[in-house]
């Protein structure tokens, strides 16, 4: 059973009210589960329900996704977004009056903050990453499924046309199947890039943490003990898979067509 979400009032600042006109917008849309509404745009289902959590202002990526599957035209949304923005920017900047008595200084509170956001943040990229890398293996598989069974059905006996089809088909799927292979790879590198550069302002938040120095040693050591697999790329080999897969059909189809002439 699903943890039910906290308790949110309009008066504790934009955040929250923003948050609390998402949870409005899901209800009337019927309540459908994170799920349910992470399958139909492919953000990540933590990213979906932080953003309707009220602890921080989530990005408008987010946003658009959530507002999409609750049936809603995101472009209704983005001038709220952008008048909450502005809001948090303008209670950020605005003058704090000054004490009346000096004050001994006190060390900086935001900081656990900006920790706990950039690590929601992360969280959040490695999640979208992990999903790009899960939909690659799944659509790959799934093509080269399909492509060995149209194969072999192509190679068999059965009418000129058929199976000039049949390899027409194993060729056309193995190209998208590249294709979509190396987009998701892109993806993928985007939200590893983003995760990195928040990993690094955690590093300069945290310097006695060492988190950056921790992972650059860990890596390293890892090339070391396994360098000719380390530097393979798992995504290569899916286009590799792809292309052969499209040299099978092209064999096929050059063969279908040999054995017609006379």
């Known amino acids: 059973m699903p943890r039910p979400e906290r308790p ?3 008066d504790d600042g934009p955040i929250a009210e923003f948050a609390q006109k998402l949870r409005a917008l899901r209800e009337k849309a019927g309540s459908p589960k994170y799920l349910l509404m992470a399958r139909r745009t492919g953000r990540s289902r933590t990213a979906l329900a932080e953003a309707a959590g009220g602890d921080h202002l989530p990005s408008w990526d987010t946003v658009k996704a959530y507002v999409e599957a609750c049936g809603a035209d995101p472009l209704e949304w983005l001038p709220r977004w952008e008048r909450a923005r502005e809001t948090i920017r303008e209670h950020r900047a605005s003058p704090v009056a000054a004490p009346a008595e000096p004050q001994p200084p006190t060390p900086p509170q935001e900081s656990a903050d900006d920790v706990a ?3 929601r943040l992360w969280q959040e990229q490695r999640d979208q990453a992990r999903q790009s890398e899960n939909h690659r293996a799944i659509l790959s ?3 080269a499924l399909i492509c060995a069974v149209t194969g072999f059905a192509s190679a068999g006996v059965g009418p000129v046309p058929v199976q000039v089809s049949l390899a027409l088909v194993v060729v ?3 190209f ?3 294709m ?4 998701y790879y892109e ?3 985007m939200h590893m890039n983003e995760a990195r550069r928040l990993r690094q302002q955690l590093d300069q ?3 006695h943490l060492r988190i950056e120095t921790t992972w650059i040693s860990s890596r390293t050591e890892h090339a070391a003990r396994y360098p000719r697999v380390y530097r393979l790329r798992l995504h290569h080999l899916w286009v590799i898979v792809h292309l052969v897969l499209a040299l099978v059909g092209a064999v096929l189809l050059a063969r279908v067509v040999l054995l017609r002439q006379p």
Not at 180 to 183: A, E, F, M, T, W
């Open 176 to 178: 998208v199947g590249a």
């Open 172 to 174: 056309t799927l193995a």
């Open 8 to 10: 949110l009032r309009a």
């Open 187 to 189: 993806r993928h590198q």
């Open 141 to 143: 598989i799934t093509i």
């Open 205 to 207: 938040l945290r310097p």
């Open 180 to 183: 979509s292979s190396h987009k």
């Open 117 to 119: 956001i950039l690590l």
